[in-house]
């Protein structure tokens, strides 16, 4: 493992891997959703939409025809606490990618002040796509549900704003505004270069230096604050087939060392089909099809989060059995074997996932940006062997109490009984 920083604060980190004959490589801005006001929800989306509309040399298509004529693929992400623009492409050709993703950052049209083309049409044009996929979560009550949920257990925050946005900012933003919310979060302090694969770690290091570290850098940002905890339970009425439940609890950040046996008692709740939720839920009482749980850990905040669909005249029940299965696992120690079955469970997913370059690359991206370095895959191994029974039940008692859970519902239900913790 390689890890740089430029004169200018980019960071770098490289992951060799010279038995493959690919490579991904990321440019990771610690910006998203979290970062933005009510005024700019959305922006941080919108940006990942812009940066493929053209730079001052390429077109929209030449931006992608440059990757997949050689067999790779482009694309980025927006989260909460990061926006990611990355590609995955043959060893032969990561100077190329490289080169790419410094146009795209760098001078994409849509931040320049003066274009060499009429931008304004596509940025219109994009707005409208932007608020089609606005529109068509709001029509999956699934996905809809989820931004719900965050909005409520992180009320008037950013933290619980959607990702994808408000389509009235979306609608409402400028040309001056998009290049002014570049020009503020887009500083090389911000940005970190990650790449895995097939290369030499030297001519890496000299492309990346060559692209960025020309990136102006700007004042420190202090990130998001710690938004306030709310228990509460909601019911939205709508007209469907089922009732999407969703409930959960304010827990750890990304960097507190109790995240080992926090994802591990998330992964006990829900996190497979031999879990507890799907178990009890779905194989033993048939009351639903989807069941899970997962811990999302943020740079200020994270959540235990629990999520189903049932039909309507099942849901109370579905809310009962989650509610005794929460407070089990808070009030009675783990079994040895289950345990043991869980950590395995998660230490294997985590390895088979890790055979991946595309992989590696957002797994040292997200270790640096949340905690300042890269754990070696064998110390996070580690440190999820040293998990005990006893630290699973400390963090349920902690965090499981009737002020921290928050239910949602949404479907043909108005409101629902929820059970004392």
């Not at 345990?339 to 055979?355: C, H, P």
Request: proline share 5%.
């Amino acid at each position: 493992m390689h890890i740089h920083k430029l004169s200018n604060g980019v960071a770098v980190l490289l992951e060799e891997m010279p038995h493959l004959e690919s490579a991904s490589i990321g440019a990771w801005i610690k910006t998203g959703s979290s970062n933005e006001t009510v005024d700019t929800n959305g922006l941080s989306h919108f940006m990942e939409h812009l940066f493929f509309k053209g730079t001052r040399t390429r077109t929209a298509r030449q931006l992608m025809e440059t990757v997949e004529s050689r067999g790779g693929s482009m694309n980025a992400s927006t989260g909460r606490d990061w926006t990611s623009v990355y590609v995955r492409i043959l060893a032969d050709h990561v100077p190329l990618a490289l080169e790419l993703l410094g146009d795209v950052l760098k001078n994409s049209l849509a931040f320049q002040d003066t274009p060499v083309r009429d931008i304004d049409a596509d940025i219109e044009r994009e707005k409208s796509v932007v608020i089609e996929e606005i529109a068509e979560i709001y029509d999956s009550p699934e996905e809809y549900v989820h931004d719900l949920f965050f909005q409520q257990l992180w009320p008037d925050h950013p933290t619980g704003f959607p990702i994808t946005g408000s389509a009235d900012v979306i609608r409402g933003a400028t040309r001056d505004d998009i290049r002014g919310f570049y020009r503020q979060r887009y500083r090389s302090e911000k940005i970190v270069i990650t790449a895995a694969g097939k290369f030499s770690a030297d001519e890496v290091m000299e492309l990346v230096s060559d692209q960025f570290s020309e990136f102006p850098s700007g004042q420190a940002d202090p990130g998001p604050s710690e938004p306030a905890i709310r228990a509460e339970t909601r019911c939205h009425y709508r007209e469907i087939g089922q009732a999407q439940l969703y409930l959960g609890m304010p827990t750890l950040t990304a960097s507190d060392p109790r995240r080992f046996p926090l994802t591990v008692m998330a992964q006990m709740l829900g996190g497979t089909a031999s879990s507890r939720l799907f178990q009890k839920v779905r194989e033993e009482q048939g009351l639903a099809y989807t069941i899970g749980a997962y811990s999302m850990l943020l740079a200020n905040t994270g959540a235990l989060c629990v999520y189903a669909a049932t039909s309507p005249d099942r849901l109370n029940r579905t809310i009962d059995l989650v509610f005794d299965e929460l407070r089990d696992i808070r009030d009675n120690h783990v079994p040895d074997d289950e345990l043991r079955n869980t950590k395995e469970q998660i230490k294997g997913s985590m390895v088979l996932a890790l055979e991946t370059t595309s992989a590696r690359m957002a797994r040292i991206a997200a270790s640096y940006i949340y905690r300042g370095t890269v754990e070696p895959v064998e110390e996070v191994l580690r440190q999820f062997d040293a998990v005990t029974g006893d630290n699973v039940k400390a963090l349920a008692e902690e965090f499981i109490t009737d002020d921290k859970v928050s239910l949602t519902c949404l479907g043909p239900v108005r409101e629902v009984d929820r059970p004392a913790l």
